[in-house]
């Protein structure tokens, strides 16, 4: 049987997930930093976070002893706000997320408003209120169009406990409204994942996704028709990045695990 990662040694361009794969929370994942010297040349990180920007990330990360420049992160909060500017130019956009998020939305041109707006965008919002929910259902039932950054309902935090993500948000707005359609941008949507490939300039079938969980990371990859690998299941076989490491740069130990005698740079190249 092949090891876990050998698709990846094949691979012209790894897609990578963060939460549950290099990180939990503000701790870096096994094998995070050595699964980045590896293949960082090849690799974006393709996350459905909706708070960052790819600076802020890319600055968080740094922090915590991971490089990986702004260049080669998409997020799904950002990558909505950009389709939403490509496709209704200076729309006038209620917003529930992060200064990040707001930041990015006037740069692009468009409008914030907290009246009559055209368009709601669902992000994941740690201050979201009663209020909140109050003036969306208000603004959808008004004729706005709901655009979701994604519908993961938690993600992993710090020790693994789940933190409530957009998706959970999105709950409490059908639960008012259950007819409510909208727009999704994130993983299992294969809109993040097609960004990826136009940013690599890759095919789906020269790539591969990784992540942690088969109903987003997955199937995201399914839809946008790119191999996968989940780890920390029964399938693959990987419990973490450290299984899925080149043998050829970090050798077997004796117990069966990755060895440590990797090279010490930690960050991809910015090329």
């Known amino acids: 049987m092949d090891r876990p990662g050998s698709l990846l040694e094949g691979a012209e361009g ?9 990180i939990s929370g503000d701790q870096l994942l096994a094998g995070a930093v050595e699964f980045i010297h590896a293949y960082g040349d090849k690799m974006v990180v393709v996350t ?4 960052d920007s790819p600076g802020s990330l890319s600055r968080r990360l740094e922090a915590i002893g991971l490089h990986i420049p702004a260049s080669r992160i998409l997020l799904a909060g950002i ?6 500017a490509g496709q209704s130019p200076g729309a006038q956009v209620f ?3 992060t200064d990040e998020i707001a930041r990015h939305a006037e740069a692009q041109g468009l409008a914030l408003v907290t009246d009559t707006p055209d368009i709601v965008l669902l992000t994941r919002d740690e201050k979201f209120s009663y209020q909140t929910l109050q003036a969306i259902i208000g603004h959808l039932v008004g004729g706005a169009v709901l655009w979701v950054a994604n519908t993961d309902r938690t993600h992993p935090g710090q020790n693994g406990h789940p933190v409530p993500e957009t998706g959970t948000l999105l709950a409490a707005i059908r639960s008012c409204l259950p007819d409510t359609i909208w727009e999704e941008v994130g993983k299992p949507s294969g809109a993040l994942y097609q960004k990826a490939l136009d940013l690599l300039g890759l095919a789906p079938e020269q790539t591969v ?3 942690d969980n088969p ?3 997955g199937e995201g990859a399914r839809r946008a028709g790119i191999r996968s690998i989940i780890i920390g299941g029964d399938v693959t076989g990987a419990r973490s990045l450290a299984d899925l490491l080149p043998v050829s740069d970090f050798p077997v130990t004796g117990d069966g695990n990755i060895g440590s005698e990797a090279p010490a740079k ?4 910015d090329d």
């Not at 790894?14 to 549950?20: K, R």
């Open 215 to 217: 109903d987003t990371d």
């Open 95 to 97: 917003i529930a997320g």
């Open 48 to 51: 459905n976070n909706s708070t």
């Open 14 to 22: 790894i897609l990578c997930d963060l939460d549950g794969c290099l």
């Open 209 to 211: 996704a990784v992540g």
């Open 266 to 269: 930690t960050g991809l190249n």
């Open 79 to 84: 990558c909505a706000v950009e389709m939403i």
